[in-house]
């Protein structure tokens, strides 16, 4: 199964809740990212979890807080956004070298 | 300056036409190296893997020139479903993986 879900595909939250974006892959990658992307521009990376271990942070804000509960889920907790964090969020996951698996992202607008 | 750079386009060609992308990569210790492939609102696919020898996958030939740190695209008879944004992608892993995209080049065919 050569897939990655995301879930929720479409999210609007105020800018005083909590929301947690999920992502799922079941290929056995041991790598696992958050991608930013803004409109007409290139995904940017957030996260990156390498055998369940935090081992990048794009000195992402901390109202961004990620979370790899195993080695096939991906979490990623909102709080307290900015309109400016409205974007598609992309997880992706790979192994070593090989190609990455993107999920179809989740369309996030900050009210 | 960016790890990873494209010509951002938009590179308008009829249809037939043959196009080259170009990307240059700044991390002499990139190991993996991609061609994906985006289109509006939606998440990114691969094209195709490039290797040192070069290959070719039907219309697209994907080359890798490590002493220079640069990987290009070449697409021959275009077609209007080509339309898309183009992203190089380079891949360093090992202790972490790093995946990162280029800043993409827009193509637009014309009938």
């Known amino acids: 199964d050569t897939e990655v879900t995301q879930t929720p595909k479409h999210l609007v939250m105020g800018m005083t809740n909590k929301k947690s974006l999920k992502c799922e892959q079941h290929?056995?990658?041991?790598?696992m990212y958050w991608y930013k992307q803004k409109a007409k521009k290139p995904p940017e990376l957030m996260f990156v979890?390498?055998?369940?271990?935090?081992?990048i942070n794009e000195s992402v804000p901390s109202r961004f807080s990620p979370e790899c509960p195993n080695s096939s889920l991906l979490n990623l907790h909102l709080h307290a956004l900015q309109p400016e964090d409205s974007a598609l969020y992309l997880c992706?996951?790979?192994?070593?070298?090989?190609?990455?698996?993107f999920g179809q992202g989740t369309r996030l607008t900050v009210v | 300056r960016k790890e990873v750079e494209q010509d951002p386009g938009p590179f308008n060609v009829p249809e037939g036409a043959t196009v080259a992308f170009n990307c240059t990569y700044s991390?002499?210790?990139?190991?993996?190296f991609f061609w994906y492939r985006q289109d509006c609102r939606k998440e990114p696919k691969l094209l195709m893997s490039?290797?040192?020898s070069g290959n070719e996958d039907g219309r697209f030939t994907a080359q890798l020139n490590r002493a220079s740190q640069y990987i290009s695209l070449l697409i021959r008879d275009s077609k209007l479903s080509d339309s898309a944004t183009y992203l190089c992608?380079?891949?360093?892993?090992?202790?972490?993986?790093?995946?990162?995209f280029g800043t993409g080049t827009l193509l637009a065919v014309q009938p």
């Open positions: 490039v290797y040192s």
């Open positions: 979890y390498s055998y369940e271990k935090l081992s």
């Open positions: 290929m056995g990658h041991r790598a």
């Open positions: 992608v380079v891949n360093t892993y090992g202790a972490t993986n790093k995946l990162i």
């Open positions: 991390n002499s210790a990139s190991q993996s």
């Open positions: 992706a996951s790979s192994q070593d070298g090989f190609r990455a698996f």
